[in-house]
């Protein structure tokens, strides 16, 4: 029997963009922003708000979408947004939407749908904001989304690891030393796949990419009209956190998608579907380029030896060999591999 | 800015009810009148019991609201924070340690202009643990740009969080206020306490109106985008320029409030109490207002010209008008439960403050001893106050005193 969820207020209907061409032009984030060139989390802003249109309230945790992203004077964005603290993306967008909830009930407001969004880049969704996020996507009778813009970095601060910075990284709080070369030893954590396995009466979790444009609208699109508290993780390349050319960064991310180290999909309702290169990945219709591919164009893993990289590649073959729901769920069919000394 | 023009004839008296209720009660009372949109709980005590109050009357239907039970305090305060962004008027709360987790939230809400109101059950800050009443968990916030108000009874709680919402709310002001209750002694105890009718208090408390701040689809804004160096000395003056109005209008609404319900208070400031002949007087905030009345009642018998200040408004701190009180005494005894670690003097944060305003307002300036006692919650007893009154009057006989001491210490 599959479960059952709990109904919500209605939501927008947000068909999906069948294609390129379909996409509206009207922007809802524009010209302002002072981010870097090449800004593939800058992108990705610009892709949920044309997504999610004009009647939206978008709340923004402290990170490069906040201070790099949102001057005073020169607002890029066109649909209204409030700064929330580093920590407080999943708090924001409840009371957002706890407030729209009980002034329409009590005929202050319009009923009508509107969306809600919080955003956080990896420091405040995967560390520090975790909690707010976890405890607002248990609140299953209130329609917001929560998007995590992933530069594997405190990228604004100055590029320093955050759990979801990948093995062996060099940031300014991980430069490789004379005595310890691999001074990051920690594994990606697993968001999305947290997201899922621990709040069960979510309706939609998705990983998306900004090199998966249309797609990662439609993401979009479809968690603000599925409803209820959703989540969506981006995996957004940065030129100057992981040290390579602006001209590839959708290279880059289409090559983290390829060597299998980002897997695509969206979970509704339980229901996981993989998408992309991802999915031919997984019926056998691709083979997984090698993780070097990926890594070696970035400066970031310029220090790393054969060993490393062999490490790494162990590491990505396990997760799509040995777990349970490959490339999701890290229960594994059998022992993992072990870490090289470093 | 919200106006009045309910006429005071239509108000009859019998729309009262009279009920015996705890401190924690009556705010939960003031909540349901002032018809409050969005509540976040988490649990710590003493605040917490409002928060049992507020759960019991959503659950049975008497109050409309979105009650939510967040995971920490600070997200707490972020909820409710972004709420009131979007409109609602909210209430939520917390006390000692847990006050401190919400620090970031609590930071920003003033800066950002808005009106929240929380309840402070005043506790003894870890380590170690302790229950009882101490006063640094809201003081902790005094230079934020919270208003912060004292009351010592269940009465006037609920009158004093109606007004909070009429304050905090009103267009000049849209600043956070926190209304302490000491922990236990207010929190907990019973009172009887009259209870307006929703109708009076519609008269007194118009909806929450955020105006242009509003963060709707209707209203396109960004809300506090990075600002740096440009422009932030120009935002904080206007914070500033908050604090400057904060006593007119406060005044303006106690008399409103008076005009309504009929209850007084007077100077909303500071409650004095047998000052009028007095020689020597004790300041303090919050409930040390009942030993100290009980011995005061007791020395009076014998003689002694003694009086009481209890101040409410802690921010804004009404100093020209306290110094003005408070200049014509031989000496003055501050009685407080809080620290101020290495301040001037080592004295807690109140005899600092009032030192202060003394300086700056004072045409005379009698002696102001200060006296830490009632830490951790310990009780405050009619002798303690018996000892300080004592020692008060030593000062302004001309004997030399420190001007910092501790009641109440095991020896």
Redesign the interface.
């Given at each position: 029997m599959s479960t059952t969820y709990v109904e919500t207020k209605p939501t927008q209907e947000l068909e999906a963009f069948k294609g390129v061409k379909k996409v509206p032009y009207e922007e809802y984030f524009t010209s302002g922003h002072r981010t870097c060139e090449g800004c593939e989390s800058a992108q990705f802003m610009r892709l949920i708000a044309k997504a999610a249109g004009?009647?939206?309230?978008v709340?923004g945790a402290t990170g490069c979408m906040?201070?790099?992203n949102?001057?005073?004077?020169?607002?890029p964005?066109?649909?209204?947004?409030?700064?929330?603290?580093l920590?407080?993306a999943?708090?924001?967008?409840?009371?957002?939407a706890?407030?729209?909830?009980?002034?329409m009930?009590?005929g202050?407001?319009k009923d009508e749908p509107?969306n809600v969004i919080a955003f956080c880049g990896d420091g405040g969704g995967a560390d520090m904001g975790l909690?707010?996020i976890?405890?607002t996507l248990t609140?299953a009778d209130y329609n917001l989304l929560i998007v995590m813009y992933d530069n594997e970095s405190y990228a604004n601060t100055g590029i320093q690891v955050s759990s979801t910075s990948p093995f062996g990284v060099n940031t300014t709080f991980s430069t490789p030393g004379k005595k310890k070369r691999i001074m990051h030893n920690r594994w990606k954590k697993n968001v999305a796949g947290l997201m899922i396995a621990g709040h069960p009466t979510v309706k939609y979790v998705a990983t998306v990419s900004t090199s998966y444009a249309l797609q990662a609208m439609n993401s979009v699109r479809r968690a603000l009209t599925i409803g209820g508290p959703t989540f969506i993780h981006c995996l957004n390349p940065c030129p100057k956190g992981w040290d390579f050319d602006p001209a590839i960064a959708l290279e880059i991310g289409n090559l983290a998608v390829n060597t299998g180290i980002w897997p695509l999909y969206e979970v509704e309702k339980g229901e996981l579907k993989l998408y992309g290169k991802t999915r031919e990945i997984a019926e056998g219709r691709f083979k997984r380029l090698p993780v070097a591919d990926y890594l070696l164009k970035q400066g970031r893993f310029a220090h790393f030896t054969d060993e490393d990289l062999a490490y790494f590649q162990s590491q990505v073959d396990d997760m799509w060999n040995n777990w349970l729901v490959p490339g999701v769920i890290p229960l594994r069919k059998q022992a993992a591999t072990t870490a090289p000394s470093v | 800015m919200a106006t009045l023009t309910a006429p005071v004839k239509e108000i009859r008296k019998s729309e009262e009810q009279e009920a015996l209720i705890t401190g924690s009660e009556a705010i939960a009372v003031a909540c349901k009148l002032a018809n409050v949109d969005v509540i976040t709980a988490y649990p710590i005590r003493p605040y917490d019991t409002v928060m049992q109050y507020m759960s019991q009357l959503v659950a049975d239907g008497e109050l409309d609201c979105e009650f939510i039970v967040a995971e920490g305090e600070h997200s707490q305060f972020e909820i409710v924070k972004h709420a009131s962004a979007c409109g609602a008027r909210t209430f939520c709360g917390s006390s000692g340690v847990g006050w401190m987790y919400a620090m970031e939230a609590l930071t920003v809400t003033p800066a950002l202009r808005i009106p929240l109101v929380a309840l402070v059950g005043n506790r003894t800050l870890d380590d170690p643990g302790a229950f009882g009443v101490e006063h640094n968990d809201a003081l902790s916030v005094r230079d934020l740009g919270w208003m912060l108000v004292w009351v010592d009874n269940a009465q006037e709680a609920l009158d004093t969080a109606l007004i909070a919402y009429r304050v905090a709310e009103d267009r000049r002001m849209f600043v956070p206020l926190a209304i302490s209750c000491d922990g236990a002694f207010l929190t907990h105890s019973q009172s009887y306490v009259k209870v307006p009718s929703s109708e009076q208090v519609k008269k007194f408390l118009p909806r929450y109106d955020r105006g242009d701040l509003l963060l709707h689809p209707d209203n396109v804004i960004s809300v506090a985008p990075q600002a740096n160096e440009d422009w932030v000395m120009e935002m904080r003056r206007q914070n500033y320029a908050v604090t400057e109005r904060a006593c007119d209008v406060i005044r303006e609404v106690y008399a409103d409030f008076e005009r309504i319900f009929g209850r007084k208070y007077g100077n909303p400031f500071f409650e004095e109490y047998l000052t009028e002949d007095a020689e020597v007087v004790l300041l303090g905030m919050g409930t040390l207002s009942t030993p100290v009345k009980v011995a005061f009642d007791k020395l009076r018998k014998q003689g002694k010209k003694v009086g009481f200040v209890r101040l409410r408004w802690f921010r804004p701190f009404a100093g020209p008008e306290i110094a003005k009180a408070l200049e014509r005494f031989k000496a003055v005894g501050v009685i407080e439960r809080d620290l101020s670690l290495g301040s001037p003097d080592l004295s807690g944060v109140v005899a600092t403050e009032l030192r202060s305003a003394m300086y700056s307002h004072a045409k005379t300036r009698p002696p102001v001893l200060d006296f830490l006692c009632g830490l951790g919650g310990r009780e405050v007893t009619v002798a303690d106050v018996e000892r300080i009154t004592d020692l008060t009057f030593q000062a302004a006989n001309g004997k030399q005193q420190p001007l910092t001491q501790w009641i109440g210490l095991r020896g």
């Open positions: 004009p009647r939206t309230i709340l906040y201070v790099a949102t001057s005073y004077y020169a607002t964005w066109g649909i209204p947004w409030m700064h929330t603290q920590g407080a999943g708090s924001s967008a409840l009371g957002a706890a407030a729209l909830r009980a002034l009930r009590k202050v407001f509107i909690a707010a976890s405890a609140q | -």
